[in-house]
Protein backbone atom coordinates (compact mmCIF):
# COMPACT_ATOMS: atom_id res chain seq x y z
CA UNK A 1 0.00 0.00 0.00
CA UNK A 2 1.36 3.08 -0.95
CA UNK A 3 0.87 6.50 0.42
CA UNK A 4 -1.48 7.70 -1.98
CA UNK A 5 -3.67 4.73 -1.23
CA UNK A 6 -4.75 6.71 1.51
CA UNK A 7 -4.29 10.05 1.33
CA UNK A 8 -6.67 12.64 1.22
CA UNK A 9 -7.44 14.25 -2.31
CA UNK A 10 -9.72 16.66 -1.26
CA UNK A 11 -7.75 18.99 0.82
CA UNK A 12 -7.64 23.14 0.82
CA UNK A 13 -4.87 25.15 0.48
CA UNK A 14 -3.89 28.84 0.43
CA UNK A 15 -1.13 31.17 -0.26
CA UNK A 16 1.62 33.10 0.83
CA UNK A 17 0.06 36.82 -0.20
CA UNK A 18 -3.36 35.90 1.39
CA UNK A 19 -4.65 37.60 4.58
CA UNK A 20 -4.75 35.98 8.12
CA UNK A 21 -8.68 36.73 7.62
CA UNK A 22 -8.75 35.25 4.53
CA UNK A 23 -7.34 31.55 5.60
CA UNK A 24 -8.92 31.43 9.21
CA UNK A 25 -12.03 31.90 6.64
CA UNK A 26 -11.25 29.41 4.38
CA UNK A 27 -10.17 27.00 7.17
CA UNK A 28 -13.10 27.17 9.38
CA UNK A 29 -15.67 27.15 6.22
CA UNK A 30 -13.75 23.49 5.47
CA UNK A 31 -13.02 22.38 8.73
CA UNK A 32 -9.44 21.90 8.16
CA UNK A 33 -6.92 22.94 11.23
CA UNK A 34 -3.99 22.39 9.06
CA UNK A 35 -3.16 23.87 5.59
CA UNK A 36 -0.26 23.67 3.11
CA UNK A 37 0.58 26.92 1.78
CA UNK A 38 1.44 26.59 -2.20
CA UNK A 39 3.31 28.77 -4.72
CA UNK A 40 1.03 29.46 -7.99
CA UNK A 41 2.45 26.00 -9.16
CA UNK A 42 0.83 24.18 -6.79
CA UNK A 43 4.66 23.30 -5.37
CA UNK A 44 4.74 23.38 -1.48
CA UNK A 45 6.15 26.74 0.09
CA UNK A 46 4.80 26.23 3.94
CA UNK A 47 2.04 25.39 6.32
CA UNK A 48 -0.51 26.66 9.20
CA UNK A 49 -1.90 25.73 11.62
CA UNK A 50 -5.06 27.23 12.93
CA UNK A 51 -2.86 27.82 16.07
CA UNK A 52 -0.22 29.72 13.84
CA UNK A 53 -3.48 31.73 12.99
CA UNK A 54 -4.68 32.53 16.35
CA UNK A 55 -0.93 33.64 16.60
CA UNK A 56 -0.95 35.55 13.93
CA UNK A 57 -4.32 37.79 15.13
CA UNK A 58 -2.78 37.88 18.21
CA UNK A 59 0.73 39.17 16.95
CA UNK A 60 -0.95 41.83 14.72
CA UNK A 61 0.65 40.06 11.37
CA UNK A 62 -1.45 40.43 8.33
CA UNK A 63 -0.53 38.02 5.76
CA UNK A 64 0.12 33.79 5.40
CA UNK A 65 3.61 33.99 4.94
CA UNK A 66 4.50 35.97 8.63
CA UNK A 67 2.95 32.73 10.42
CA UNK A 68 3.81 29.83 8.11
CA UNK A 69 6.47 27.42 8.76
CA UNK A 70 8.62 27.40 5.86
CA UNK A 71 8.67 23.81 3.73
CA UNK A 72 12.37 22.88 5.50
CA UNK A 73 10.87 22.71 8.44
CA UNK A 74 7.37 20.55 7.29
CA UNK A 75 6.77 16.63 7.26
CA UNK A 76 6.11 15.57 3.75
CA UNK A 77 5.98 12.46 2.24
CA UNK A 78 5.45 11.24 -1.89
CA UNK A 79 2.41 9.56 -2.95
CA UNK A 80 4.28 6.68 -4.08
CA UNK A 81 6.37 6.21 -0.63
CA UNK A 82 5.16 3.25 1.66
CA UNK A 83 2.20 4.06 3.46
CA UNK A 84 4.01 2.99 6.70
CA UNK A 85 6.37 6.11 5.78
CA UNK A 86 3.40 8.49 6.46
CA UNK A 87 2.02 6.55 9.81
CA UNK A 88 5.40 6.38 11.50
CA UNK A 89 6.19 10.15 10.60
CA UNK A 90 2.68 10.97 12.02
CA UNK A 91 3.51 9.25 14.77
CA UNK A 92 7.17 10.59 15.48
CA UNK A 93 6.29 14.26 15.13
CA UNK A 94 2.53 14.19 16.63
CA UNK A 95 1.12 15.72 13.72
CA UNK A 96 -2.59 16.24 12.86
CA UNK A 97 -1.59 15.97 8.71
CA UNK A 98 0.59 15.62 6.77
CA UNK A 99 1.31 16.79 2.61
CA UNK A 100 1.62 14.92 -0.06
CA UNK A 101 3.75 15.75 -2.82
CA UNK A 102 4.01 14.47 -6.47
CA UNK A 103 7.33 13.80 -7.87
CA UNK A 104 7.47 17.50 -9.18
CA UNK A 105 6.88 18.87 -5.47
CA UNK A 106 3.52 19.54 -5.85
CA UNK A 107 0.90 18.87 -3.13
CA UNK A 108 -1.58 16.31 -4.68
CA UNK A 109 -3.11 15.27 -1.28
CA UNK A 110 -3.19 14.96 2.92
CA UNK A 111 -2.20 11.84 4.78
CA UNK A 112 -4.79 12.67 7.71
CA UNK A 113 -4.53 10.96 11.58
CA UNK A 114 -8.39 10.55 10.46
CA UNK A 115 -7.13 8.57 7.27
CA UNK A 116 -4.68 6.55 9.08
CA UNK A 117 -6.48 5.54 12.08
CA UNK A 118 -9.87 4.56 9.58
CA UNK A 119 -7.29 2.38 7.55
CA UNK A 120 -5.90 0.62 10.87
CA UNK A 121 -9.38 0.00 11.85
CA UNK A 122 -10.42 -1.68 8.22
CA UNK A 123 -7.22 -4.03 8.65
CA UNK A 124 -8.49 -4.61 12.45
CA UNK A 125 -11.64 -6.03 11.21
CA UNK A 126 -10.23 -8.45 8.96
CA UNK A 127 -11.32 -12.12 10.08
CA UNK A 128 -8.09 -13.92 11.15
CA UNK A 129 -9.06 -17.09 9.78
CA UNK A 130 -8.54 -14.96 6.15
CA UNK A 131 -4.84 -14.28 7.08
CA UNK A 132 -4.47 -18.56 8.27
CA UNK A 133 -5.88 -18.69 4.07
CA UNK A 134 -3.66 -16.94 3.09
CA UNK A 135 -0.50 -18.64 4.30
CA UNK A 136 -1.82 -22.22 3.16
CA UNK A 137 -2.31 -20.32 -0.42
CA UNK A 138 1.86 -19.63 0.22
CA UNK A 139 3.15 -23.00 2.08
CA UNK A 140 2.62 -24.67 -1.11
CA UNK A 141 1.76 -28.53 0.35
CA UNK A 142 0.46 -27.92 3.24
CA UNK A 143 -2.92 -28.44 4.01
CA UNK A 144 -5.41 -26.27 6.37
CA UNK A 145 -6.19 -29.33 8.50
CA UNK A 146 -2.42 -29.34 9.07
CA UNK A 147 -2.37 -25.85 9.89
CA UNK A 148 -5.04 -25.87 11.97
CA UNK A 149 -3.23 -28.74 14.07
CA UNK A 150 -0.19 -26.98 14.44
CA UNK A 151 -1.87 -23.86 15.07
CA UNK A 152 -3.70 -25.63 17.88
CA UNK A 153 -0.50 -27.14 19.19
CA UNK A 154 1.03 -23.85 19.66
CA UNK A 155 -2.40 -22.55 21.43
CA UNK A 156 -2.03 -24.92 24.22
CA UNK A 157 2.03 -24.74 24.55
CA UNK A 158 1.52 -21.08 24.88
CA UNK A 159 -2.19 -21.21 26.94
CA UNK A 160 -1.97 -24.28 28.91
CA UNK A 161 -5.48 -25.15 28.15
CA UNK A 162 -6.99 -27.95 25.81
CA UNK A 163 -8.11 -27.02 22.68
CA UNK A 164 -8.60 -29.16 19.58
CA UNK A 165 -7.74 -28.54 15.71
CA UNK A 166 -11.38 -27.88 15.65
CA UNK A 167 -11.87 -25.65 18.14
CA UNK A 168 -9.20 -23.51 16.68
CA UNK A 169 -10.66 -23.39 13.72
CA UNK A 170 -14.58 -22.25 14.80
CA UNK A 171 -12.42 -19.61 17.18
CA UNK A 172 -10.66 -17.70 14.17
CA UNK A 173 -13.85 -18.02 12.13
CA UNK A 174 -15.36 -15.88 14.56
CA UNK A 175 -12.40 -13.70 15.90
CA UNK A 176 -11.17 -10.41 13.89
CA UNK A 177 -7.24 -9.42 13.42
CA UNK A 178 -7.69 -6.85 15.92
CA UNK A 179 -9.19 -9.29 18.88
CA UNK A 180 -6.13 -11.47 18.21
CA UNK A 181 -4.06 -8.71 18.95
CA UNK A 182 -6.09 -7.48 22.08
CA UNK A 183 -6.47 -11.18 23.05
CA UNK A 184 -2.40 -12.74 22.79
CA UNK A 185 -0.79 -9.51 24.07
CA UNK A 186 -0.42 -7.24 21.00
CA UNK A 187 1.34 -7.48 17.50
CA UNK A 188 4.45 -8.83 18.23
CA UNK A 189 3.47 -11.78 20.52
CA UNK A 190 0.47 -11.99 17.56
CA UNK A 191 3.18 -12.73 14.97
CA UNK A 192 5.29 -14.49 16.87
CA UNK A 193 2.72 -16.75 17.82
CA UNK A 194 2.36 -16.96 13.89
CA UNK A 195 5.69 -17.39 13.05
CA UNK A 196 5.73 -20.62 15.90
CA UNK A 197 2.75 -22.06 13.73
CA UNK A 198 4.66 -21.84 10.27
CA UNK A 199 7.57 -23.09 11.49
CA UNK A 200 5.52 -26.24 13.44
CA UNK A 201 3.68 -26.84 10.42
CA UNK A 202 6.72 -27.20 8.31
CA UNK A 203 8.55 -28.98 10.86
CA UNK A 204 5.38 -31.37 10.94
CA UNK A 205 5.73 -31.84 7.10
CA UNK A 206 9.07 -32.46 6.59
CA UNK A 207 9.08 -35.14 9.55
CA UNK A 208 6.03 -37.12 7.91
CA UNK A 209 7.73 -36.74 4.50
CA UNK A 210 10.94 -38.82 5.92
CA UNK A 211 8.52 -41.80 7.25
Given at each position: MNVKEIMDTEFIAVSANMTIIEASIKMEAHKRFTTPVLDNRKRLIGWITSLDVTRGFRENHKIVSDIMHSKNDI????ENEPARIA???ASKHKVVSIPVLDSEDKVVGEVRTFDIVET???LYEIKVYKI??????ELKGVTWEELMEASAIITRRETG???TAKEYEQRIKKSTFGEAIWATGGLEKFFVGFIAIGELVIARKVAKARK
Open positions: VHVYVLALSKFEAVVNKPV
